[in-house]
């Protein structure tokens, strides 16, 4: 088949090429102002990504995190253009979404191997403080023995402390850097005991009790909740699969739900059911000691 004398392919990828160039050429222009809305939220996205990076002290560049994602979604896009590749959008997503849930998943996990250190590092200040009436040289004795990743919050702690920061406010920031409330808790009591006097080691050697079996009851909850979670993700993938099921195997089975306005209030009024119990169950299953 010919057009205007060409062969249709030809004109095809021209038109694709042409598309491209011009899509191209205003994507950069609308990048190259730094003072554009997208420069402002990739500087953003460039902070939040390094911000999560360090507080885990992982000194991987941001950046190349976010090039990576900016073409992995352009690889989706062209082969999209290309092969007409199905369901581009949700790998699009995925290039977007999965960066930023990893992290947050080790940060989770980091967290919880701090957690599970707690109760070792508060006895070992407790018996340090036996030892040696200062909090403060209590506290860089016991950071060569408490291993990693909780040392090195107490290394940073301590580096905080030598370049000028008081006990308080290194222990503050150490806080708000893990964002553990059993960490929190911990420290409260360090600073607590330190305010008030009295017996500290023996504030702490409770402490670390009350840790241990909040840890313990922790686990015993997640065990008894271990069954409605996995229904609870039943109940949230299944009726995709039922619907999927059904029109596999009756065609047009669901037509008459985008056929009439009826049909979309039922649907709208069965998604909105279907979110208020997968709500509901959440609720439900997030008990708190």
């Known amino acids: 088949m010919r057009v205007l004398g060409f062969e249709a392919e030809l004109v095809k990828w021209t038109g694709v090429g042409m598309v491209t160039v011009g899509l191209l050429g205003a994507t ?145 920031m150490m806080a708000g850097r893990v964002g553990s409330r059993q960490l929190d808790s911990a420290l409260s009591a360090v600073l607590i005991g330190r305010t008030v006097g009295g017996n500290l080691p023996k504030i702490l050697e409770t402490t670390a009790g009350s840790l241990r079996e909040m840890r313990r009851l922790e686990g015993v909850v997640r065990t008894k909740t271990a069954e409605g979670k996995m229904q609870l993700w039943v109940l949230a993938i299944f009726p995709f699969i039922l619907a999927a099921m059904i029109d596999a195997v009756s065609p047009g089975y669901f037509q008459p739900l985008t056929a009439s306005v009826v049909g979309y209030m039922v649907t709208a009024i069965a998604i909105l059911f279907w979110v208020g119990s997968l709500i509901a169950a959440r609720k439900i299953l997030a008990v708190d000691i």
């Open 28 to 172: 950069w222009a609308v990048v190259a102002d730094p003072q554009g809305l997208p420069r402002r939220y990739w500087a953003r996205y460039l902070a939040f990504l390094g911000r999560k990076l360090r507080q885990m002290f992982i000194w991987t560049d941001p950046k190349t995190i976010a090039i990576a994602q900016a073409l992995g979604v352009g690889v989706c896009i062209a082969l999209a253009v290309l092969i007409d590749l199905p369901l581009w959008w949700l790998f699009a997503a995925g290039v977007i979404i999965l960066p930023g849930y990893q992290i947050e998943k080790m940060r989770k996990k980091r967290v919880d191997q701090i957690e599970e250190q707690l109760d070792g590092f508060i006895l070992a200040l407790a018996n340090a403080l036996k030892a040696t009436p200062s909090l403060g040289d209590a506290f860089r004795s016991v950071q060569v023995i408490v291993p990693d990743p909780l040392r090195q919050e107490i290394e940073l702690a301590v580096k905080e402390m030598r370049v000028g920061s008081t006990l308080d406010q290194a222990l503050l």
